[in-house]
């Protein structure tokens, strides 16, 4: 199976999955910074996951 960079190879179908994981990692890694406090790191993250389950479920609406 050979995997094409400029169709995304392996990871082509993984976008949503891929910028929720950088959003979460990034809340977690501003909280511990000491950037921001618990409150904006679980409202960020809170928001990534509504993101993904929207953009999810608009993703299997489509095909009905």
Not at 8 to 16: F, R, Y
Not at 24 to 41: K, N, P, Q, R
Request: charged share 15%; hydrophobic share 45%; with cysteine.
């Amino acid at each position: 199976m050979k995997y094409n960079l400029i169709s995304g190879g392996m990871l082509a179908n993984k976008k949503s999955q891929i910028m929720f994981g950088v959003g979460a990692l990034s809340a977690v890694a501003s909280y511990l910074v000491g950037d921001t406090d618990i409150f904006i790191m679980c409202q960020t993250i809170f928001t990534l996951v509504g993101m993904y389950f929207i953009h999810k479920s608009d993703k299997t609406n489509k095909g009905k």
